[in-house]
């Protein structure tokens, strides 16, 4: 039997569960003539619900990764290949009459696959205005295409400036609704409430939070039964009060515990024999990331870990905040309604080096 549970990549059809209020609100603002802007944890399911979401609404869509992008003249390579998945060339071939530079198109004749790519000496800043005239030309007010960008906190790490001229493009467009999620919270949150960024006050925010213990135990329970039967409810509960419904890690915790239960079934605890596999396959990640840690940074992890205190007069108050701000920003912590550790995995391997 294939494993119920998937992990690492965009989760669509059986694998998706729930969400179904946050597809319903990004479809219906897809109606609307502004832009939404998604922002969360990474692994909270932000590209999978926007790609659920833009898949179910009738409309034209494409989607580039910004943390796939090595130069703003590869971004507009990328938006222009997006742009001919769905214009196909043939059709939207007199529009490209206006390009001030050529873009050379080839074609794949094995796996039908294409490339777009432009003359390296090529005015990046045109490349992208071009593109972006293309995109608004081929739509109207009536047929807006949907444009997403992921990792969009990527931007300041393309290209200095960047965020003006997209900025600059995108003020001009008239037939585009842009979804821009990012995994970031502080850089995003800087990008689109600084008054002095170019993006300030872009469009909507909207916050994904994890995904409601209810659904996700369900979601899990239905899952496990086939091979664990009666005690899939008791498991169900364990993997999510282990992760505390994060969706990737419960996935990844889930599917582990489904090996254990297919490979070993003889196995009396298949719950710690998944825990203790995970932890042990990432050793070498933890311990490299524990190497890198500074001292006050191991020391509030330690402290998490254990579930005691920040002050207990051992670190200033202002330490304390800005070491948590940076392992933040890391993705070593996320802050829901407090500071916890973002890998429960990597928490319990520090648990055990204590
Ligand atoms: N709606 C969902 N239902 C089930 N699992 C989900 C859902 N959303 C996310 N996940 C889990 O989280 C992982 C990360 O999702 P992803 O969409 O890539 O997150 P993000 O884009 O926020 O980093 C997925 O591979 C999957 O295991
Ligand atoms: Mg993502």
């Known amino acids: 039997m294939e494993n119920p549970f998937k992990f690492g990549t965009i989760v669509e059809d059986e694998f998706f569960t729930d969400r179904e209020e946050e ?25 999978s619900v926007v790609e659920k979401a833009v898949k179910t609404i009738n409309r034209k869509h494409i989607t580039v990764n910004l943390q796939q992008v ?22 939207v071939r007199h529009l490209i009459s206006h390009f001030r530079i ?45 444009v997403v960008l992921d990792e969009f906190q990527e931007i300041h790490a393309i290209s200095t400036g960047l965020d003006r001229i997209l900025r600059a493009v995108m003020q001009r467009q008239k037939h585009v609704n842009y979804i821009l999620l990012g995994s970031q919270e502080s850089m995003m949150t800087d990008i689109f409430e600084n008054k002095k960024s170019p993006f300030y006050h ?9 995904l409601p213990r209810e659904d996700f135990h369900r979601y899990l329970t239905l899952r496990l039964t086939p091979c664990f039967g009666q005690q899939s409810v008791r498991l169900a509960d364990r993997i999510l009060d282990y992760t505390a419904c994060h969706p990737y890690y419960t996935q990844q915790l889930a599917a582990n515990v489904w090996q254990v239960g297919m490979l070993q079934p003889e196995t009396a605890d298949p719950f710690g024999k998944a825990v203790e596999h995970i932890v042990i396959a990432h050793s070498l ?23 005691k205190s920040f002050q207990n007069g051992e670190q200033r108050t202002s330490t304390i905040y800005s070491a948590l701000k940076k392992l933040q ?15 429960p995995f990597f928490k319990l391997w520090i648990e055990k080096e204590m």
């Open 23 to 47: 597809v319903a609100y990004i479809r219906q603002f897809m109606n609307s003539a502004n832009h939404l802007i998604l922002i969360s944890p990474r692994r909270f399911g932000k590209s």
């Open 202 to 210: 872009f469009g909507e925010l909207m916050r994904l939070k994890k």
């Open 329 to 343: 920003k890391q993705g070593f912590v996320i802050y829901t309604d407090r500071y916890e550790m973002e890998d």
């Open 70 to 91: 090595t130069s703003l003249t590869d971004f507009s390579a990328k938006l222009l290949k997006e742009f001919f998945k769905v214009h196909p060339l043939e059709r």
């Open 285 to 307: 990640d933890y311990e490299r990331l524990w190497m890198n840690l500074n001292r006050t940074n191991k020391w509030i992890l330690q402290r998490m870990v254990s579930g």
């Open 102 to 146: 050529i873009p050379m198109v080839t074609t794949n004749t094995l796996t039908g696959s294409m490339e777009v790519s432009f003359q390296p000496s090529a005015d990046a800043t045109v490349l992208l205005e071009d593109v972006m005239t293309l995109i608004e030309k081929a739509h109207s007010e009536h047929d807006r295409l949907i």
